[in-house]
């Protein structure tokens, strides 16, 4: 249980083009998902804090006209870069905290998405 | 606000060999507390996790870590390391006051290990 799938795994654009990534829980409801994103080599870095049916939470430094997301139902949130440059080429990685239950505070990650820009 | 600090960058041991990856953590209550691990490109896949109960925990793969309040750490160990565990882990902390917020990682240990 609690898996949750990313999509595309990998994606090339060119440069000034807009990519969506989605992010679902497959199989338990997510009030809560996470965006981060990874350089190569280094950590994970918070991104923003997607809530069903309320805007997105961002994290200072981070464009929010830049990384739309949008979390219409408990189960998808989807990122979406607009006007690509090579800068925002990165993997980007969703995680999920199912809805209920009890409270461990752990997160389930996706797959992750590589996205490159030209 | 919490962070957490791995100290060991990079870490290179023999097939077989005994492995320690050292964490600590700062946070101002009873955190949450994770060891993830990352294979080049992939996701990350929960190794185990501590947020109550026994301070030992145990988790898949033979992995083990101690929560240790007074040092604010919380190792990851393991008596046996086989080549195909060579990945990145990364060590994770959450507040546990809320269950809304991230986890925060630390900068991740690159694990070699030589046959």
């Known amino acids: 249980g609690a898996v949750v799938s990313q999509h595309p795994s990998r994606v090339i654009c060119k440069s000034g083009t807009s990519v969506k990534i989605e992010c679902r829980s497959l199989?338990?409801?997510?009030?809560?998902m996470f965006w981060y994103r990874q350089f190569p080599k280094q950590s994970l870095m918070l991104m923003a804090t997607?809530?069903?049916?309320?805007?997105?939470?961002?994290e200072q430094g981070v464009e929010k006209d830049k990384f739309l997301i949008n979390h219409a139902s408990l189960t998808l949130s989807t990122l979406t870069v607009t006007s690509a440059h090579p800068e925002d080429s990165s993997f980007y990685i969703c995680?999920?905290?199912?809805?209920?239950?009890?409270?461990?505070?752990?997160?389930?990650f996706g797959e992750g998405s590589r996205l490159t820009v030209l | 606000a919490q962070s957490v600090t791995q100290p060991d960058i990079h870490i290179t041991v023999s097939e077989g060999a005994s492995l320690e990856l050292r964490c600590n953590y700062s946070y101002g209550a009873t955190p949450y507390l994770f060891w993830y691990v990352q294979s080049p490109g992939q996701g990350l896949q929960l190794l185990l996790k501590?947020?109550?109960?026994?301070?030992l925990v145990q988790g898949i793969k033979g992995f083990e870590a101690e929560f240790k309040r007074s040092q604010s750490s919380f190792n990851l160990r393991k008596p046996s390391v086989h080549w195909s565990e060579a990945a990145e882990y990364f060590c994770?902390?959450?507040?546990?006051?809320?269950?809304?917020?991230?986890?925060?990682f630390g900068s991740g240990t690159r694990l070699q290990v030589q046959p």
């Open positions: 994770a902390v959450g507040a546990m006051d809320t269950g809304r917020r991230a986890l925060t």
């Open positions: 997607s809530n069903e049916g309320s805007k997105a939470t961002y």
């Open positions: 995680s999920a905290r199912p809805r209920g239950g009890a409270n461990t505070g752990e997160l389930f």
């Open positions: 501590y947020f109550s109960g026994d301070t």
């Open positions: 199989d338990f409801q997510a009030t809560t």
